[in-house]
């Protein structure tokens, strides 16, 4: 993912999923009866989250935001 390649196309306001919860997934939660989800697959896709708000926050601090440019976070994981 390159975002300041897709900013200099013009785009100003881009907003980025990041994974769902992949741990919830029937082929992971098979294995428990589907009574839980695989915590240590679903504690990898939190720190992809991680990783990708800090690149978010860099390239956002990396660009000139007063002209409405804007690079956000839409937080599926947690909306539910």
Known sequence: MNMER?????VRKIGIVPLLPL???LGYTIRSS??????????LV???K??????????????DTTKGSLFFILDLYNAF
């Open 6 to 10: 897709i900013h200099d196309l013009g």
């Open 23 to 25: 741990g919830c997934v």
């Open 34 to 43: 589907f009574e839980r989800c695989n915590e240590t697959l679903n504690s």
């Open 46 to 48: 939190k720190f992809h």
């Open 50 to 63: 991680m990783l990708l708000l800090e690149a978010v926050n860099t390239s956002n601090n990396q660009i």
